[in-house]
Each structure stands twice: as C-alpha cells, then as structure tokens.
C-alpha cells in the first residue's frame, strides 16, 4: 500500500497500476486542489479536495469489498461479465474524481466531473485494458460521479457505494452540509456532534454492512438523517446497510434501517 491516498490494492494488479498512474497525475493532483480553492476559499464549504478523496475512496472500496464477500454482484461482472477486481477500479476511481467539477462549479459540479474525468480516464485505462474494455470502464466509472449527487439515482451497485460513501466523510465537523466557520446553528453543532465513523460487518446475514456512528450529543442525528440517510435511499444499497448511532457517555443506540424517514 504505497500511494499517496493508502489505498489497499491487494493482489488487485490493474488497481495498483491506475494507483500508480493517480501518483504521477500532476493534472490530477491540481484540479483536488482547485476544487477545494472553490470550495474552501471561495465557498466557505467544506473540504473536497485530497483528504474527502482519501476517505471517500478507502470506505467505498471497504464497502464494496465486504459486499463481494457476500456474493453480491457489481454492474461491471453482472452486466458485462468483468472481473470482481475491475468492480475495485471503478469503484475507486470514481471516489477520487466524483468531486472534481467543484473546480468548475458547485451546482451541477458532478457533471463537469464526469467531463474532466473522461480525459484522466484516457489516458490512465489505455494500459490495462482493451479498447472495448477501457469503454466499459470508462461509462461505468462517469455514471457513478454522475449519481453520487441527488437528484440522479445510482443503477449499479459499485455507483451506490461512491455515494453513499461521500456522505461518510463526516467525522470531527466534515459533514457534507455546508457550514459557516464559526457560526452557531444547526448544520455547525450537528456536524461538529460527529466523533466517529466505522463500518463493520453486520450481525445479520440480510445486512451485510453495519455503520456506526459515535456523536457527543443528539443533535448530529441531523446530519446522519439529512445526508447519509438521503444518500442511502434509492442507492441501491437500501436492503444491504444498517446504521447505529451511539450517543455520548450513555452509549445510546438509536438503529436506522430500510429507508430511513419516508
């Protein structure tokens, strides 16, 4: 595991090739910081640059990687009969470029993502697969940026998991919904609620994934429920996730499942 966003190739030979490829990315590297330039300087949003990259990518590969275990199949082996290790590749680098359209623009930014991702993915699939192959890829990985925003619904499983794991970068005042520094209101003292976030295998064979999420005080039930919980519906994912919130010293459950609120 050595890049620079420490993600687990494993055997995984064409991920550790596109991961070497992301390590060299000069053009690739900029535009993560030109989308937190939007973002950060300009927007007084939250981080979407290497860091959100680096979460994102490792929890969407850990969720996807659990579900194979499982038996569940992505879009990339059901639909064209692809390997379990090329579900990995899209998975990840659709993690690490989801976002990058905030270089752009905030609205609509996951279409100038899909756009900018297109040239990355030319040039970084070409010596790993065929033609035919690097087309596949390449539609598979652009549907998944496009739908990791609402309103566009996920239709692969490999799509549903980037989404639902851009909403777990929350931890310590990362919550996706943006915030004023500084200011005191909802969206601040939910998102700051936010201690911890761990996905784990669930006790239950008909939900595979388990989310916990430790916070100091109820209120960052708001950010869980207004983002991870509109993430989560219509994923695709619905039936596979189980979320647990743990509530300060009380150690308090309160279980999310199906569909959270209608």
Same mark, same amino acid.
Request: glycine fraction near 6%; charge should be negative.
């Given at each position: 595991?050595?890049?620079?966003?420490?993600?687990?190739?494993?055997?995984?030979?064409?991920?550790?090739?596109?991961?070497?490829?992301?390590?060299?990315?000069?053009? %690739?590297?900029?535009?993560?910081?030109?989308?937190?330039?939007?973002?950060?300087?300009?927007?007084?949003?939250?981080?979407?640059?290497?860091?959100?990259?680096?979460?994102?990518?490792?929890?969407?590969?850990?969720?996807?990687?659990?579900? %194979?275990?499982?038996?569940?199949?992505?879009?990339?082996?059901?639909?064209?009969?692809?390997?379990?290790?090329?579900?990995?590749?899209?998975?990840?680098?659709?993690?690490?470029?989801?976002? %990058?359209?905030?270089?752009?623009?905030?609205?609509?930014?996951?279409?100038?993502?899909?756009?900018?991702?297109?040239?990355?993915?030319?040039?970084?699939?070409?010596?790993?697969?065929?033609?035919?192959?690097?087309?596949?890829?390449?539609?598979?990985?652009?549907?998944?940026?496009?739908?990791?925003?609402?309103?566009?619904?996920?239709?692969?499983?490999?799509?549903?998991?980037?989404?639902?794991?851009?909403?777990?970068?929350?931890?310590?005042?990362?919550?996706?919904?943006?915030?004023?520094?500084?200011?005191?209101?909802?969206?601040?003292?939910?998102?700051?609620?936010?201690?911890?976030?761990?996905?784990?295998?669930?006790?239950?064979?008909?939900?595979?994934?388990?989310?916990?999420?430790?916070?100091?005080?109820?209120?960052?039930?708001?950010?869980?429920?207004?983002?991870?919980?509109?993430?989560?519906?219509?994923?695709?994912?619905?039936?596979?996730?189980?979320?647990?919130?743990?509530?300060?010293?009380?150690?308090?459950?309160?279980?999310?499942?199906?569909?959270?609120?209608?």
């Amino acid at each position: 595991m050595s890049n620079i966003l420490s993600i687990p190739f494993k055997e995984n030979k064409k991920l550790k090739t596109i991961l070497d490829f992301v390590d060299g990315s000069i053009e %690739l590297q900029t535009l993560w910081k030109c989308a937190n330039i939007q973002a950060i300087d300009r927007l007084g949003y939250n981080d979407h640059g290497p860091v959100h990259v680096k979460i994102v990518s490792n929890r969407a590969l850990k969720i996807l990687r659990m579900l %194979l275990e499982k038996n569940i199949e992505p879009g990339v082996k059901s639909n064209y009969g692809m390997t379990l290790e090329d579900s990995e590749v899209v998975v990840v680098l659709a993690s690490i470029m989801h976002d %990058l359209g905030m270089a752009v623009i905030r609205e609509g930014h996951e279409i100038f993502s899909a756009q900018l991702a297109k040239g990355i993915l030319e040039k970084c699939l070409k010596s790993v697969y065929t033609p035919e192959e690097e087309a596949i890829i390449t539609s598979e990985v652009l549907h998944a940026i496009v739908s990791h925003h609402i309103p566009a619904k996920p239709l692969t499983l490999e799509a549903g998991i980037v989404r639902i794991a851009d909403a777990l970068d929350m931890e310590q005042g990362r919550a996706r919904i943006p915030y004023e520094a500084g200011k005191i209101n909802i969206h601040s003292v939910s998102a700051l609620s936010i201690k911890k976030v761990d996905i784990l295998e669930g006790e239950d064979s008909n939900k595979p994934i388990k989310i916990i999420i430790e916070m100091s005080n109820p209120a960052g039930i708001f950010q869980v429920d207004s983002l991870l919980g509109t993430k989560i519906k219509d994923s695709g994912l619905e039936d596979y996730i189980r979320v647990e919130a743990i509530i300060g010293d009380e150690r308090k459950h309160i279980l999310f499942d199906k569909g959270f609120r209608d």
